[in-house]
């Protein structure tokens, strides 16, 4: 069931002729209630796909934007049960949206891979994207993965080679990320040129859509990303509303909700009268 | 689990995988792991090459000052009344304690792969010291990152690194120690791929650091081997150490590791005691898991959320441990004792009384299971410690422990 929610989703984009917009959102940022509204209104703010980042300790490759957005969940007791409940409580109401949970590989060894996969697939969970188990440690975790029809999905970077492509693609499903920087979230920008011909050499490797992230924070921005790739994701500069809504004392919801209709605005029309790049 | 096997050559491994055992392995981020895969490729070519290892060695004698010597204790001797104890002088190196070994070898291989960048991260700043020194002696530009709770406790350090022309980057993110300085260099790695060589301070993180930080150590452990049998005439039946990461321990473990009669012994930082939760015991205290890259025991809650480590000592104030440790751990090879901060500081003043060695906090840890181990092996035994470092840098720490104003 829940592979074919991600290659649903894609296929009917692709039919539209659009790309997928993606927002990341930090589980239990700034606290659970908070979150889980925010990603009940995902969808109905333009969300096509969602990322739900689990809160780790020592995010190796978060800039300094998801680090804090996961010290606030710790900080209010996030746990990987509670985020494994929230994404139960958003299917409840929402049987089509897929979600991915993006994170590090700690929290799942300690909850053991086999069970986890199984209790993230009862959750709801479509995707996994765990950042520091590269291919060659994502054996237990894609067999875990497999049993449960949940995709594990590749990283594949701009130091990733042709050769290196052929291991990134390997076992994998739903998407491939692009990380269209070197470098941690939230700090370099993404640019489309640059971008553009590596989607497409992941893309021919892979044979499956590509998201491309990690430097994306205006609509702008993701508007030119859209129009070279299958999915645009954007964590930091959401995560960063947050944080500026908490210090602030305004509505989170609300204001994490109008950065995501304006993104999500600007991919759906991306590609309006405009030749493909 | 079974109990995993005990093997016939502990000089066989990491495997091609970089596993010792269940542990060790290579989870970083797939944008570094390209890199990781040509360090070990380069490694591995360096390590064959007669050239450098002659160059190396040649560094080693007339730059940081090797052999160290075997020292043999007397008064410590007859102060426990047991076994004979030997002091493998890494403290007399260069700098001041063992981490130059491995920075001189990871310097000439970043070298050697074209790199002009160097990075490294520190806890005490004895690493970042070293890393410095080798960085001014070849001309490369140097950024170390260090904890600024550590930046606060290790001043002299931090100004020794700046008189050598690297440039100090102090880390506010999470607890702030040497866990985080280890986070933000992985950062600066997977931003700054092209031209940055990360030389790692201890035998832990990703494979191959482990394996050769372990190799660029083991000259303490293969020379040691050498000068007590040529002081004793036979193997010393136990070889002591302090484990943060685990550098200067499995340095001087390796190479006896196939004796079968030789006891070896590491030594945890017990901080306020191992009942207390504050310490940095990561096989007394901890259980596996994945972090910097390798599986291996490490401090952590229910969750899987890393614990924030607590020693007097900021050279073993890390929540994890190298692989091979915890791997000679499970196997039984190896055993791991700890010793509280303030057990330390009195192995700290016993050292300095009776022989005349600042010994480095770190290094106090090991000295503070002596009692034991002495009187275990007994009178006609002999026991090898690593004196891993110097104590100069400790005095303020020490004096504010004592209540005293320097
Ligand atoms: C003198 C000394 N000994 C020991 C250590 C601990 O490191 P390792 O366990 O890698 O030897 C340090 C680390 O800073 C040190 O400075």
């Given at each position: 069931m829940s592979k074919s929610r991600i290659e649903a989703r894609f296929a009917a984009l692709k039919a539209e002729g659009r790309a997928a917009f993606v927002p990341y959102v930090m589980a239990g940022d700034p606290d659970a209630a908070t979150a889980a509204a925010i990603l009940k209104g995902l969808p109905a703010a333009g969300a096509d796909l969602i990322e739900v980042g689990f809160p780790f300790s020592d995010?190796?490759?978060e800039g300094p934007p998801i680090q804090r957005a996961a010290q606030r969940a710790l900080a209010n007791g996030m746990t990987l049960k509670a985020t494994l409940e929230a994404i139960r409580a958003f299917r409840d109401g929402d049987a089509d949206t897929p979600v991915v949970l993006m994170g590090?590989?700690?929290?799942?060894?300690?909850?053991?891979?086999?069970?986890?996969?199984r209790d993230a697939g009862a959750a709801g969970v479509d995707g996994l994207i765990i950042v520091d188990t590269p291919p060659e440690e994502a054996g237990p975790l894609a067999d875990a993965c497999d049993a449960n029809d949940i995709s594990l999905i590749r990283l594949a970077t701009p130091t990733s080679d042709d050769a290196r492509l052929k291991v990134v693609v390997s076992r994998t499903s739903g998407f491939v990320y692009y990380v269209s920087v070197a470098g941690v979230t939230?700090?370099?920008?993404?640019?489309?040129?640059?971008?553009?011909?590596?989607?497409?050499?992941?893309?021919?490797?892979?044979?499956?859509?590509?998201?491309?992230?990690?430097?994306?924070?205006?609509?702008?921005?993701?508007?030119?990303?859209?129009r070279v790739a299958d999915a645009v994701v954007v964590g930091s500069a959401l995560v960063d509303e947050v944080a500026a809504a908490v210090e602030l004392n305004e509505d989170v919801t609300a204001r994490v909700l109008s950065k995501v209709e304006a993104l999500a605005k600007a991919v759906r029309v991306a590609r309006h009268g405009l030749a493909p790049v | 689990m079974n109990a995993p096997a005990v093997p016939n050559d502990y000089s066989a491994y990491p495997d091609a995988r970089g596993r010792f055992g269940d542990y060790g392995g290579q989870y970083v981020p797939e944008t570094l792991m390209p890199l990781v895969h040509d360090l070990d490729a380069a490694y591995a070519a360096a390590k064959a090459d007669a050239g450098f290892q002659a160059e190396l060695a040649g560094y080693l004698t007339h730059y940081v000052g090797r052999p160290s010597p075997l020292y043999f204790a007397a008064r410590l001797t007859e102060h426990f009344g047991g076994a004979k104890v030997y002091l493998k002088r890494e403290e007399l190196n260069h700098t001041g304690s063992h981490k130059i070994n491995n920075c001189?070898?990871?310097?000439?291989l970043a070298m050697r792969m074209g790199k002009t960048r160097i990075i490294a991260e520190t806890g005490a700043g004895q690493h970042g010291v070293a890393t410095a020194t080798v960085c001014a002696r070849f001309g490369l530009p140097c950024v170390v990152y260090m904890g600024s709770v550590d930046v606060e406790r290790q001043k002299p350090n931090v100004f020794r690194m700046n008189l050598l022309g690297a440039e100090v980057r102090p880390v506010t993110s999470g607890s702030a120690t040497l866990k985080d300085a280890m986070n933000e260099a992985l950062r600066d790695w997977v931003t700054n791929v092209h031209d940055t060589y990360y030389l790692i301070g201890s035998a832990a993180g990703m494979h191959p650091y482990p394996v050769m930080v372990r190799d660029f150590q083991a000259i303490i452990g293969r020379e040691a081997r050498e000068q007590i049998l040529e002081a004793e005439g036979r193997l010393p039946d136990a070889v002591v150490a302090c484990v943060g990461g685990g550098s200067n321990a499995i340095g001087l473990f390796h190479p006896f590791l196939n004796d079968d009669g030789v006891k070896i012994i590491g030594v945890e930082a017990a901080g306020s005691g191992?009942?207390?939760?504050?310490?940095?015991?990561?096989?007394?205290?901890?259980?596996?898991?994945?972090?910097?890259?390798?599986m291996t025991y490490l401090l952590q809650?229910?969750?899987?959320?890393?614990?924030?480590?607590?020693?007097?000592?900021?050279?073993?104030?890390?929540?994890?441990?190298?692989?091979?440790?915890?791997?000679?751990?499970?196997?039984?090879?190896?055993?791991?004792?700890?010793?509280?901060?303030?057990?330390?500081?009195?192995?700290?003043?016993l050292l300095s009384k009776l022989e005349g060695i600042l010994p480095a906090i770190e290094s106090a840890h090991a000295l503070a299971r002596l009692p034991e181990i002495t009187r275990e092996v007994g009178k006609d035994g002999i026991v090898v410690l690593n004196l891993s470092g110097r104590g100069d840098k400790d005095v303020n720490t020490v004096a504010a422990h004592l209540g005293r104003v320097i």
């Open positions: 995010p190796m490759a590090y590989t700690n929290p799942l060894v300690t909850w053991g891979l086999a069970a986890f996969a939230g700090v370099k920008e993404a640019d489309a040129v640059a971008v553009a011909p590596h989607v497409e050499r992941v893309r021919k490797a892979s044979g499956l859509p590509v998201a491309v992230g990690f430097g994306i924070k205006t609509p702008e921005r993701a508007a030119a990303i859209a | 001189m070898g990871q310097i000439l191992l009942e207390s939760g504050r310490h940095a015991a990561a096989i007394n205290g901890g259980r596996p898991g994945v972090l910097h890259g390798n809650n229910q969750e899987g959320q890393i614990e924030e480590a607590h020693s007097i000592s900021a050279g073993l104030d890390y929540p994890g441990i190298g692989p091979e440790h915890a791997w000679l751990h499970d196997v039984g090879r190896a055993t791991y004792l700890s010793a509280t901060d303030a057990e330390a500081l009195d192995a700290f003043m």
